[in-house]
């Protein structure tokens, strides 16, 4: 049984698929919820993994949003316990800045679902992200994008966004995309007024329609995806046990 630290931003991007896989399993969760508690600074002691979800604050936005500094503050902290990370979109942005690799915006927003490709042959042999075989449709939310650090393996890329995945010292994940949405969310999102915002600012001219008309498409086969990657994942941690949540501080 592991004890996992999950650091939440906002209450619309939650774990999601990965909530019941990690219940299922044994391991406890502790959120540490920065939207209720901005000036939280958790500890990491008696913790066994860090999850990290996305959110709408991009790097560097510290003066609006100080609890940035501690979360790659706690992610140094984890990598250096070799501890397993994953980042998941603003996450993995968090990863790669502490890593020293540039993230600034992407060439082109991605909103709604967009193709990535498995860099052959890393991402075959990579021990989580090796299901992705071909080129998949999976979910993205994001106007910033990271560069590859030095020292990680590139996983994955699409075209406007060649930083989709990679991979740190057999420890640590990023995902630029969302394999923990389900359609639950994803329409959460696209009621939102704040998301709705950001797709119509994007200028992509997707419609909230054609989004869910192709979440029916993709999403199920996108989720048995997401199952085999985040169940990998979870291979990495501690065996099963009895599952509790903590509670934010």
């Given at each position: 049984?592991a004890r996992?630290?999950v ?6 991007e939650p774990?999601g698929?990965l909530d019941?896989?990690i219940?299922?399993r ?5 959120y540490v919820n ?13 913790y ?12 560097g936005?510290?003066?609006?949003h100080?609890?940035?500094?501690v ?6 902290t984890?990598?250096?316990?070799g ?5 998941i979109c ?8 502490v ?6 915006p992407a060439?082109?927003p991605?909103?709604g ?14 021990p ?7 080129e998949h449709p ?14 990680a ?6 075209d406007d ?5 990679m ?15 389900d359609?639950?969310?994803?329409r959460?999102?696209?009621?939102s007024s ?5 797709l ?10 054609k989004?869910?008309?192709?979440t029916q498409?993709?999403?199920p086969?996108t ?11 979870l291979?990495r ?13």
């Amino acid at each position: 049984m592991a004890r996992i630290m999950v650091l939440k931003h906002v209450a619309a991007e939650p774990l999601g698929l990965l909530d019941p896989m990690i219940r299922a399993r044994g391991h406890r969760i502790r959120y540490v919820n920065f939207q209720r508690h901005p000036d939280a600074r958790p500890s990491l002691d008696r913790y066994q993994a860090l999850v990290v979800l996305g959110g709408p604050m991009n790097v560097g936005e510290n003066d609006r949003h100080p609890h940035l500094k501690v979360e790659c503050e706690l992610i140094e902290t984890a990598l250096a316990r070799g501890l397993p990370i994953l980042g998941i979109c603003l996450g993995a942005q968090l990863l790669a800045h502490v890593l020293g690799a540039r993230v600034a915006p992407a060439r082109r927003p991605e909103i709604g679902w967009y193709a990535v490709r498995p860099r052959l042959p890393a991402a075959q042999s990579d021990p989580v992200l090796h299901p992705l075989q071909d080129e998949h449709p999976v979910f993205q939310w994001h106007g910033y994008g990271f560069d590859i650090p030095a020292g990680a393996t590139h996983l994955a890329e699409s075209d406007d966004c060649p930083g989709q995945a990679m991979s740190y010292q057999d420890s640590a994940w990023g995902f630029q995309f969302h394999l923990e949405l389900d359609e639950g969310l994803i329409r959460r999102w696209l009621n939102s007024s704040s998301y709705l915002d950001d797709l119509r600012d994007s200028g992509l001219g997707h419609t909230p329609e054609k989004i869910l008309a192709d979440t029916q498409e993709f999403l199920p086969p996108t989720r048995r995806l997401a199952e085999r990657v985040f169940g990998n994942w979870l291979d990495r941690l501690a065996p099963h046990g009895n599952s509790r949540v903590l509670p934010s501080r």
